[in-house]
């Protein structure tokens, strides 16, 4: 099937969802969901016509064709700025969509040979409308940084691994991928771009109108202890305002998560100066560094720091291992019971730190783990659930009431911090009800 072929295919698939509605309030939610996919595979296979053109435009605008670049007789200085001005897009974009279309298009060699495409997975992917151009060149755009280091047989490897994580991602979420992805692709160069992230740090402050303003980044070690202190802190108020009396009364604690955190700076730094107040209320934060049994003994690899997307070196990990108020857990090694039975209702400590590695955060939205409670899949009183890894699950609040809400269900894959847990969604969801994988084996691309 061409790729305008297809296109036509995807435009039929969403006249026939929209079908004689003037606009979508005549929607009904079913049709609503529908025509949602539907406009989602138009631009996608609109995208694989797009990358296609461009890659065309780039290579009749080349540089050895000299005046009779197309680019060129049509008044633009390079491809990239003939694409941005017919799409109405940046030049970046532009650039991007013919890198992913000379990615994954056929090639040649000097002699005029024809080559297979440098992706041709990706390539597939665009073509079938499971991915989109701009999911499509965040995945070349990291082959790429990854090649010479990983060599040829990694990358092929890696290419059809991310093609089909990527699948159902929102970029955001495929950002995360990426970001482990290149330490699983290139594990000898997290050290170095740590290195580079660090002495990027910094924190300044000016005063205007009254006002202090904070300008500040960090790398992933530096911040690390920065975003648990600040998360507990937020969880603490959260926790505190939800056991309040009366909610509703006037002086209840109407801050936001902004406030909450600027409230938090202003104590951890009174704190410091001398204040008397001790134990800050924190909701039990700490830092927690996981990494390899096998790469803490050699020294090599990358170690991850849960809430944190970013990896860091083994000799970050050790670093943070040192300091107070970080938890190193080593994977590979003796561990304590993590499976109670019904002897215990509340999850142990223990067992929240395994059930971290398994899902990563809330299993459901990957909110980070300093917002999430254990909950039991099966209830502990109502259907006499055991307190093991086995029947226990992280979600925030929203994702909880969530699945109770609304009919989801939850099943859990395997044994132990490897297992995978699947959501169910209700028919009026999916009829199919086809499990969606949660946790963080989302994104854990090594596993």
């Not at 299993?363 to 999430?372: D, I, Q, R, V, Y």
């Not at 395997?414 to 169910?424: D, E, L, M, N, P």
Request: with cysteine.
């Amino acid at each position: 099937m061409s790729k305008l072929t297809a296109l036509h295919e995807a435009i039929a698939s969403l006249e026939q969802a929209w079908a004689d509605a003037h606009d979508s309030n005549a929607l009904s939610r079913e049709r609503l969901v529908s025509v949602t996919d539907a406009v989602a595979l138009v631009q996608r296979r609109l995208d694989a016509v797009q990358v296609d053109v461009a890659a065309g435009i780039a290579r009749e605008s080349r540089v050895e064709l000299g005046s009779d670049s197309l680019a060129k007789q049509h008044g633009f200085r390079t491809p990239g700025k003939m694409l941005a001005a017919a799409l109405g897009v940046s030049t970046g974009d532009a650039l991007r969509l013919i890198k992913v279309g000379e990615g994954t298009a056929p090639r040649t060699d000097l002699l005029g040979a024809k080559l297979p495409a440098k992706y041709p997975l990706v390539g597939a992917a665009l073509a079938s409308g499971s991915l989109s151009a701009r999911a499509a060149a965040m995945i070349i755009g990291l082959l790429d940084r990854c090649r010479v280091a990983a060599g040829a047989e990694r990358i092929a490897e890696g290419e059809q691994l991310l093609t089909e994580a990527a699948v159902g991602l929102g970029l955001d979420e495929l950002r995360k991928l990426i970001t482990r992805a290149e330490a699983w692709l290139d594990p000898d160069g997290v050290e170095p771009r740590d290195d580079e992230k660090r002495a990027q740090r910094s924190f300044t402050f000016f005063e205007r109108n009254g006002v202090i303003h904070f300008n500040g980044r960090a790398d992933a070690e530096t911040a690390a202890p920065i975003i648990a202190a600040l998360r507990g802190f937020v969880s603490a108020a959260f926790a505190a305002r939800k056991d309040a009396v009366d909610p509703d009364a006037p002086d209840a604690d109407r801050r936001t998560v902004a406030m909450i955190q600027a409230d938090a700076l202003s104590q951890f730094c009174a704190h410091m100066l001398g204040c008397k107040t001790k134990g800050l209320s924190l909701a039990g934060a700490t830092v927690v560094v996981r990494m390899k049994l096998e790469d803490l003994e050699c020294g090599t690899g990358s170690a991850t720091i849960d809430g944190i997307d970013q990896p860091i070196s083994a000799g970050a990990a050790r670093r943070m291992a040192a300091d107070g108020g970080v938890i190193p857990c080593v994977l590979g090694g003796d561990s304590e019971i993590l499976d109670w039975g019904r002897k215990k209702r509340l999850f142990t400590r223990t067992q929240r730190l395994a059930l971290v590695e398994r899902d990563g955060g809330c299993a459901m939205c990957g909110l980070a783990p300093e917002m999430t409670r254990v909950h039991h899949i099966r209830w502990w009183q109502r259907h006499h659930g055991r307190t093991d890894l086995a029947n226990g699950v992280l979600l925030c609040e929203t994702c909880h009431h969530r699945i109770h809400d609304n009919g989801w269900e939850i099943e859990i894959d395997g044994a132990g911090t490897s297992a995978r847990v699947w959501f169910i969604p209700p028919p009026f969801v999916d009829p199919t009800r086809a499990p969606r994988l949660g946790g963080r084996a989302r994104f854990d691309i090594a596993a």
